[in-house]
């Protein structure tokens, strides 16, 4: 299924006080990333609901990138601790149903972690350039 | 039954309960009944529901119970039954003063038609004990399968959904005012089939939530094998929390608490 034109479409779910921070000191230092993130500011990784993840495949999103505080740092104490129980579920059942777990990520970046974050997006992007368009969008557009 | 009714008459007369939920034969077809003192004499005519004949009576006692909440009623359960009461217990939809239950083992037949590893209630007013069946088959084989396989099966399975909220709507432990499936901004609305993610989403809200009563599939219309993906969601809460749906031990859902330690490391990419 590989497909070098293929520019995946992936939202990013990243915490206000974390992630996107480290989001905007990856932009104020110039690190290059990809562009095919769309990003989605939360206030805390644990407001997202797998509804939300499930949602956004089925709106066409190939990847989904959820980036939260390190365990310890969450600025709500342990609103990451539903973060990872949610995900590792939700993995876990894409698994079962066939519905490509790879293409979800969690990952904890903190705002110091600007390098981290330019990282885990390029890793991330070419990850899910490598397994191709999504599944789900191809049963959809066929029916 | 004789032992079944007798508990049924003495609760009622005694006055320890306002009233009985269960079963009685109307027109050929047992359907759920509300027995009282008043009308003590249709006890001689109370059953338990054959294998097939079952309903949500956990429901119609949630409903109850938000009518009179002072009041105390009894209530005929299976084991699915129980383990709904306890789990309706942690989420504050019921109060466990307020419910006596009057228990029932089911036959073997229903267990191994269930696979249902817990057949029998608490206490036991009706029935043997049989075998429970620990493992379910119809989730090992899915395991089994290629992933591109099983999504190609849960795909013509959702497919079919007309959408009629039956799976939702007989569902004992689906008590929520609001519903997710029906929010206008995380689910299309006017479309058959409906989004492809309908049923995980259902699914998410069962994890460690249903008691495995298999009354969704039965509803089903579209023969959509609802429980397979209802029994997996609910293994992998237990393997993934250690949370043994139902049961009275279980301490808190881990969807409840936020927990004392993080136990789950994300997954390396
Ligand atoms: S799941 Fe089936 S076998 Fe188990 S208690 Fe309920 S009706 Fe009986
Ligand atoms: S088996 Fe179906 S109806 Fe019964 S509790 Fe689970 S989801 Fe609800
Ligand atoms: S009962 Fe079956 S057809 Fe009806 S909404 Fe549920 S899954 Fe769809
Ligand atoms: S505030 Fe960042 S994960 Fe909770």
Redesign the pocket.
């Known amino acids: 299924m590989s497909d070098s034109t293929f520019e995946p479409k992936i939202i990013g779910f990243f915490c206000n006080w974390c992630t996107y921070a480290g989001a905007d000191l990856a932009g104020v230092s110039r690190l290059q990333y990809p562009s095919n993130i769309r990003v989605i500011r939360v206030m805390c990784s644990g407001t997202v609901s797998p509804h939300h993840v499930l949602r956004a495949f089925q709106k066409g999103a190939d990847g989904v990138l959820i980036g939260g505080c390190h365990i310890g740092d969450c600025h709500y104490l342990r609103g990451n601790y539903m973060t990872v129980k949610r995900m590792r579920f939700l993995q876990d059942l894409l698994k079962f149903t066939g519905f490509e777990p790879g293409r979800l990520h969690l990952e904890w970046i903190s705002a110091a972690e600007g390098p981290k974050f330019a990282q885990t997006v390029r890793d991330f992007t070419e990850k899910i350039k490598k397994i191709g368009p999504s599944r789900l969008i191809a049963a959809v557009k066929a029916a | 039954m004789d032992k079944l009714r007798a508990k049924v008459r003495s609760l009622l007369t005694e006055g320890k309960v306002a009233g009985y939920l269960g079963y009685l034969i109307k027109d050929g077809h047992p359907l759920p009944h509300f027995f009282t003192k008043e009308n003590l004499a249709e006890v001689d005519q109370a059953m338990v529901a054959p294998d097939s004949a079952r309903y949500p009576l956990d429901k119609l006692l949630i409903a109850l119970a938000g009518r009179y909440p002072e009041a105390i009623f009894a209530i005929q359960v299976r084991g699915c039954d129980e383990r ?1 009461l306890n789990e309706l217990y942690k989420w504050g939809q019921l109060d466990p003063e307020k419910v006596v239950p009057v228990g029932v083992a089911c036959t073997q037949n229903q267990a191994d038609y269930c696979e249902c590893p817990g057949p029998w209630a608490s206490v036991v007013d009706y029935g043997e004990k049989c075998l429970p069946v620990a493992k379910s088959r119809r989730v090992e084989r899915i395991d089994t399968l290629a992933e591109q396989d099983a999504f190609q099966e849960w795909l013509a399975a959702f497919k079919r959904c007309i959408k009629c909220y039956g ?1 939702r709507d ?5 008590f929520c005012k609001e519903c997710s499936l029906e929010h206008e901004d995380l689910m299309s609305t006017g479309q058959l089939p409906p989004d492809t993610i309908f049923q995980l989403v259902r699914a998410i809200h ?1 994890a460690g939530r ?8 039965e509803t089903c219309p579209a023969d959509i094998p ?2 397979v993906l ?1 029994k997996k969601a609910n293994a992998l809460v237990k393997d993934l929390f250690d949370y043994d749906v139902g049961s009275p031990g279980a301490g808190p859902s881990p969807w409840k608490v936020l927990g004392e330690d993080a136990t789950l490391e994300a997954k390396p990419m």
């Open positions: 709904g799976c007989v569902c004992p432990m689906c069962m249903c008691i495995d009563c298999g009354l969704c599939e609802l429980r209802y």
